[in-house]
């Protein structure tokens, strides 16, 4: 039980394009969702939690209008990094809370050219 | 802001040595959890620590809170292959969202 799907789990695009990933709780309900983005061989920086059915909170040097996160459902969220740039380049893994452990997507490689 | 670190940073042992690793918190947590990510996986959960000195152990894998609540250490005794990864303690202040350390890499050599 408690698996988080993401998707996509790799993206390549050009300067400018706007990228929507996707966390979905399969098998159980999160009020709440985490964000983070990970750099090569290190840990996981929050970038921000989302609560369903209200607005997310951002860590503190997150742009919140670079990336946009909707969580309609008790089972969906969304990242949205608009206008990306090469310096959004990383990996990005969402979590969702069930119980008391965070249940981790496999993450998405997000690579722009 | 709370700060979460973690040492060693890498850790390379030999099959059937042991490994432990130090989680330690610049605030009084008021839980902590730990996370392993295998090479090019996502975390999975371990464990949660609650209580002041609270010990667990899973299989070969113990887990310890200090008295303080901030500090927090995993020991693998006998480690094995499958034991590769990256060890995350993440800690919990109250009322705020659990910040992560850094990780320990913990390579195992046949």
């Known amino acids: 039980g408690a698996v988080v799907s993401q998707h996509p789990s790799r993206v390549i695009c050009k300067s400018g394009t706007s990228v929507k990933i996707e966390c979905r709780s399969l098998d159980f309900q999160a009020t709440t969702m985490f964000w983070y983005r990970q750099f090569p061989k290190q840990s996981l920086m929050l970038m921000a939690t989302s609560n369903e059915g209200s607005k997310a909170t951002y860590e503190q040097g997150v742009e919140k209008d670079k990336f946009l996160i909707n969580h309609a459902s008790l089972t969906l969220s969304t990242l949205t990094v608009t206008s990306a740039h090469p310096e959004d380049s990383s990996f990005y893994i969402c979590?969702?809370?069930?119980?008391?452990?965070?249940?981790f997507g496999d993450g998405t490689r997000l690579s722009i050219l | 802001g709370q700060q979460v670190m973690q040492i060693p940073q890498y850790q390379h042992v030999q099959e059937g040595e042991d490994f432990t690793t130090y989680c330690n918190s610049s605030?009084?947590?008021?839980?902590i959890q730990w996370y392993k990510q295998r090479p090019g996986g996502h975390p999975v959960f371990l464990i949660q620590?609650?209580?002041?000195?609270e010990v667990k152990k899973q299989k070969r894998l113990t887990f310890q809170f200090g008295e303080a609540k901030k500090n927090s250490s995993l020991h693998i005794t006998a480690t094995q292959t499958t034991d590769v990864g990256t060890y995350f303690c993440?800690?919990?202040?109250?009322?705020?969202?659990?910040?992560f350390g850094p990780g320990t890499r913990l390579s195992v050599l046949p």
């Open positions: 979590s969702a809370k069930g119980g008391v452990a965070q249940h």
């Open positions: 620590l609650v209580k002041s000195g």
């Open positions: 993440a800690g919990l202040r109250y009322g705020q969202n659990f910040v």
């Open positions: 605030t009084t947590l008021s839980n």
